[in-house]
């Protein structure tokens, strides 16, 4: 039996930072979700002239590009995460995580990952679509002010500022978080079941804490004792 804990929420409240401190701790598979959008998303920006459907089939192949434990692989050489952080990645991939061929693929990446390993998995609708029936589905929240802070930062110190002023950033944040809610493929919703938490004022390890705390709880009720 292998287990799946789902860690949903909106762009910058913390997700990849917590999951990741979640899946250290649990000995588990982390995956970002939102990484291989962007990592679609950057191909497709720098061959324009490829179809979806061919770019699709590539990598579900495992040719020249292709997505591995939360890593992407070209030419045999993994791409660092900074390529799929840039702004242009960023527009490119909330733009073609509408289409549903590509949330189709993406959708059945996820699930094969789940067939082999536990995983901790990340992004806006792994409790509710992916794995509706997780053992554990989390709703990550933060005001959208702190999460233009936390972003400001990023940026700052990986150098991806390009001028971009804090309040221009937390417009964005709540532009995203519009067009997330309300598309029609999968929007961004908490599942009725999930563990909401709030992370303003919280660091990532106590959040991660938290959640580890009420998987084991639902593990030991799940599991017949030994």
């Not at 701790?25 to 995956?31: D, E, G, R, T, V």
């Not at 990023?154 to 519009?178: A, W």
Request: proline fraction near 4%.
């Amino acid at each position: 039996m292998f287990f799946q804990i789902a860690i949903d929420g909106p762009s910058g409240v913390g997700k990849s930072t917590v999951a990741n401190l979640l899946a250290k701790n649990l000995s588990f598979l982390h995956i970002n979700t939102g990484l291989i959008f962007r990592g679609i998303a950057w191909y497709l920006l720098r061959n324009p002239s490829r179809e979806v459907g061919e770019v699709l089939r590539e990598i579900s192949q495992y040719k020249i590009f292709y997505f591995h434990k939360n890593r992407w692989i070209l030419n045999g050489k993994e791409i660092l995460e900074e390529e799929f952080k840039k702004e242009s990645v960023t527009k490119e991939a909330s733009k073609i995580a509408k289409k549903g061929e590509i949330r189709r693929f993406v959708l059945e990446v996820e699930r094969e990952v789940a067939r082999k390993e536990n995983i901790v998995m990340e992004g806006r609708d792994i409790g509710t679509k992916v794995f509706p029936h997780a053992i554990l589905k989390v709703f990550l929240n933060a005001s959208p002010n702190i999460r233009a802070k936390r972003r400001f930062l990023e940026l700052q110190e990986k150098g991806l500022l390009n001028r971009r002023t804090l309040e221009e950033i937390e417009r964005e944040i709540k532009q995203r978080d519009l067009e997330d809610m309300n598309r029609e493929l999968d929007p961004l919703c908490k599942a009725e079941d999930a563990m909401e938490i709030c992370s303003d004022g919280l660091t990532p390890e106590e959040v991660a804490d938290s959640i580890k705390k009420e998987f084991e709880i639902r593990k030991k009720r799940l599991l017949p004792p030994v």
